[in-house]
């Protein structure tokens, strides 16, 4: 176990990335930004939008006091646009119940909006150095390959979620838990994979389980975990899930806060092959966009008139 971490460890030392939330001394605030965005939002993309969201709000007090429609128009570029009204609240009960301070430990933290298990783990590990698991699929990934010898695919159940949780909690160095879990981010991103591990380059193969499953003939590896295909509709040909759709009415209400349209103008600005067919669908996902709180629809004539949540 503690081979494990320390081998980590010594290649994060030569191979870490530079992000912008991973200053000395850290900067608990920018950690939990972070996070944030990059729940399903890629690196590049969260780097680029980063340093604009610290420049616009640069306080858990100055978000917290931030109107929504504000949070909303920062947050274009990045997707799962709900993020940004859940990490609003987050700033607002850090103020409220904790001064302005954000808790250090899990189990304050998995009690405040928009926080689970893994962003609770990872704020407490890398912005206070915590010794507490922060388990993502990049995370599952490296330990189910390493330690079981197989990609981790259905769901886990309770009992393995704990017995992995307390796997990786022993692996944790002494004092390190901020460094190891990034390490262990940018060895799931840059070595161990999903797609195409570079097991060769590994310095873990003598002692990885999984590395005499490795293909080498095809430069690949068994078991590749397919993803759940997510709720959408036919997109020239193509299945697009819906959340790219809301995406789409969200950042086209970003362009025209409060001008008034018809589901058809929508339908045709979101959708490259829309038919009047869709209007439903079209509507449907206005009016969950509405029920999330991210904009808000009034009705006009025969007209959509759209805003922002403010
Ligand atoms: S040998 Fe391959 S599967 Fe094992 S930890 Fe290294 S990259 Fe991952």
Same mark, same amino acid.
């Given at each position: 176990? !503690?081979?494990?971490?320390?081998?980590?460890?010594?290649?994060?030392?030569?191979?870490?990335? +530079?992000?912008?939330?991973?200053?000395?001394?850290?900067?608990?605030?920018?950690?939990?930004?972070?996070?944030?965005?990059?729940?399903?939002?890629?690196?590049?993309?969260?780097?680029?939008?980063?340093?604009?969201?610290?420049?616009?709000?640069?306080?858990?007090? +100055?978000?917290?006091?931030? @109107?929504?429609?504000?949070?909303?128009?920062?947050?274009? $570029?990045?997707?799962?646009?709900?993020?940004?009204?859940?990490?609003?609240?987050?700033?607002?009960? =850090?103020?409220?119940?904790?001064? $302005?301070?954000?808790?250090?430990? @899990?189990?304050?933290?998995?009690?405040?909006?928009?926080?689970?298990?893994?962003? %609770?783990?990872?704020?407490?590990?890398?912005?206070?150095?915590?010794?507490?698991? %922060?388990?993502? *699929?990049? *995370?599952?990934? !490296?330990?189910?390959?390493?330690?079981?010898?197989? +990609?981790?695919?259905?769901?886990?159940?309770?009992?393995?979620?704990?017995?992995?949780?307390?796997?990786?909690?022993?692996? !944790?160095?002494?004092?390190?838990?901020?460094?190891?879990?990034?390490?262990?981010?940018?060895?799931? @991103?840059?070595?161990?994979?999903? #797609?195409?591990?570079?097991?060769?380059?590994?310095?873990?193969?003598? @002692?990885?389980?999984?590395?005499?499953?490795? +293909?080498?003939?095809?430069? &690949?590896?068994?078991?590749? =975990?397919? #993803? #759940?295909?997510?709720? $959408?509709?036919?997109?020239?040909?193509?299945? =697009?899930?819906?959340?790219?759709?809301?995406?789409?009415?969200?950042?086209? *209400?970003?362009?025209?806060?409060?001008? %008034?349209?018809? !589901?058809?103008?929508? $339908?045709?600005?979101?959708?490259?092959?829309?038919? =009047?067919?869709?209007?439903?669908?079209?509507?449907?996902? *206005?009016? &969950?966009?509405?029920?999330?709180?991210?904009?808000?629809?009034? #009705?006009?004539? %025969?007209?959509?008139?759209?805003?922002?949540?403010?």
């Amino acid at each position: 176990m !503690i081979q494990f971490g320390n081998m980590i460890l010594q290649w994060y030392t030569k191979y870490k990335r +530079d992000l912008p939330w991973r200053t000395k001394p850290i900067n608990p605030y920018g950690v939990v930004i972070s996070e944030f965005m990059l729940q399903q939002t890629q690196v590049p993309r969260v780097i680029e939008k980063f340093h604009e969201f610290m420049r616009l709000f640069p306080t858990i007090t +100055d978000l917290a006091h931030a @109107s929504k429609s504000d949070i909303i128009r920062a947050w274009s $570029g990045l997707g799962y646009n709900r993020r940004a009204l859940l990490l609003h609240k987050f700033a607002q009960e =850090v103020c409220e119940k904790y001064d $302005g301070i954000i808790p250090q430990l @899990s189990k304050e933290l998995i009690a405040l909006s928009g926080i689970g298990p893994y962003t %609770a783990g990872s704020i407490a590990s890398f912005a206070f150095n915590k010794s507490e698991p %922060a388990i993502d *699929v990049n *995370v599952r990934r !490296i330990y189910m390959r390493y330690f079981h010898g197989r +990609d981790q695919g259905a769901p886990m159940g309770k009992k393995q979620e704990k017995e992995l949780y307390d796997l990786v909690k022993k692996t !944790i160095p002494n004092q390190k838990s901020c460094d190891f879990h990034n390490a262990l981010m940018d060895f799931g @991103s840059l070595l161990c994979r999903r #797609k195409k591990p570079l097991c060769p380059q590994c310095p873990l193969t003598k @002692s990885c389980t999984f590395y005499p499953l490795y +293909d080498k003939k095809k430069d &690949n590896v068994l078991h590749i =975990v397919k #993803k #759940k295909q997510e709720k $959408g509709v036919i997109e020239n040909g193509k299945h =697009v899930p819906n959340r790219i759709f809301r995406g789409r009415i969200v950042e086209f *209400v970003r362009n025209n806060d409060g001008k %008034a349209f018809t !589901i058809t103008t929508l $339908g045709k600005v979101i959708k490259k092959d829309y038919s =009047v067919k869709e209007r439903l669908w079209v509507m449907m996902l *206005v009016q &969950n966009l509405e029920r999330d709180g991210l904009i808000h629809i009034t #009705k006009k004539d %025969a007209k959509l008139q759209l805003r922002l949540q403010n």
